[in-house]
């Protein structure tokens, strides 16, 4: 999502996931460590923006929108 809150949609890979970039994530993924996210279900699958085809992080989303509210929250 972006500063509006509104996802920055990055794309719709060969699955029908619809990734999105961190608001954490500079825009020039060449000089930053960025992660994009994509809602499976009722998983949260995160990957890195320098490979894209590569290993994918798969959360439960509870888990995952405990860690946002942790992150939000300063923790």
Known sequence: MDRTGKPHLVEVDDRGLVWAKSTASGPDPTKTMCVEVAL????????????????????????????????????
């Open 40 to 75: 499976g279900g009722e998983r949260v699958l995160v990957r890195c923006s320098r490979n894209r085809r590569g290993e994918r992080l798969n959360f439960p989303a509870d888990a995952w929108n405990t860690f946002k509210a942790a992150r939000a929250a300063g923790s």
